[in-house]
């Protein structure tokens, strides 16, 4: 994970960073064509993608949480934890650190009988821009050797999204999540769909839930990186 944040001002970016959110909550801006708007639960709006030869969209949530940017991302940053707000996640844990902040990762998400329960390895790395206040956090299905396959458990054959946190100010953060997955196994078209449109609205809840509970308790990761905590951003970073 390469975490660029720098400890610039607020006050230098707040006319350009309104200037921003003008164009940006009307709905996607300059993103790309093709999004279509399908429903707005529990403060998500989901949006989805349809990709010619294939059977599942690919969904996106975007909500704003009442949170520091900081915060948001010391949540992300503890995989131990993500059993604790990721919708049915029974394992997340670091095959391997390859430094500070990148990292491979295993998951295995609980599925309800007679369903097989679905695992993930996934290379997690963080980046982001001081000019724009933002921070991309991306995660793509990788083979591992780290991660052998377990009986009775379906591999899945594709992931990989992100999650865009741009900071509205200290306490306010947009959050954007993408997934694009492929449970794999045999299971219903219908019936993939329908799970893979709930995780936008369960994952963005959840973290949200989690931030909250957490705070205060991550003053270790906030006072090493978050500038309003005496932090300082290192210079790889800022790269």
Wanted: with cysteine; proline share 5%; charged share 25%.
């Amino acid at each position: 994970m390469r975490l660029p944040l720098g400890s610039l001002h607020w006050r230098t970016f707040w006319p350009a960073l309104l200037l921003a959110l003008c164009v940006c909550q009307s709905g996607l801006g300059d993103e790309e064509s093709g999004w279509q708007r399908d429903a707005t639960e529990d403060g998500v709006t989901v949006f989805l993608h349809e990709e010619p030869g294939r059977n599942l969209p690919i969904f996106r949530g975007v909500s704003t949480l009442d949170s520091g940017l900081y915060e948001i991302l010391a949540v992300l940053d503890d995989t131990s934890r993500h059993t604790e707000w990721m919708k049915s996640c029974m394992t997340s844990k670091i095959i391997k650190q390859v430094n500070e902040f990148d990292r491979i990762l295993y998951n295995r998400t609980d599925a309800p009988w007679p369903v097989s329960d679905r695992d993930v390895v996934i290379a997690a790395t963080v980046e982001g821009s001081v000019a724009k206040r933002e921070v991309w956090s991306r995660f793509q299905q990788v083979n591992s050797a780290g991660a052998a396959v377990v009986d009775g458990v379906v591999r899945m054959p594709r992931l990989r999204g992100y999650y865009r946190l741009q900071a509205l100010d200290e306490g306010h953060t947009r959050v954007t999540y993408q997934i694009d997955a492929d449970p794999g196994g045999m299971l219903p078209d219908w019936l993939n769909k329908m799970s893979t449109r709930r995780l936008p609205v369960d994952t963005l809840a959840g973290l949200r839930r989690q931030t909250r509970k957490m705070r205060g308790r991550y003053d270790g990761f906030l006072s090493k990186y978050d500038p309003a905590h005496g932090g300082k951003v290192p210079d790889q970073f800022l790269k």
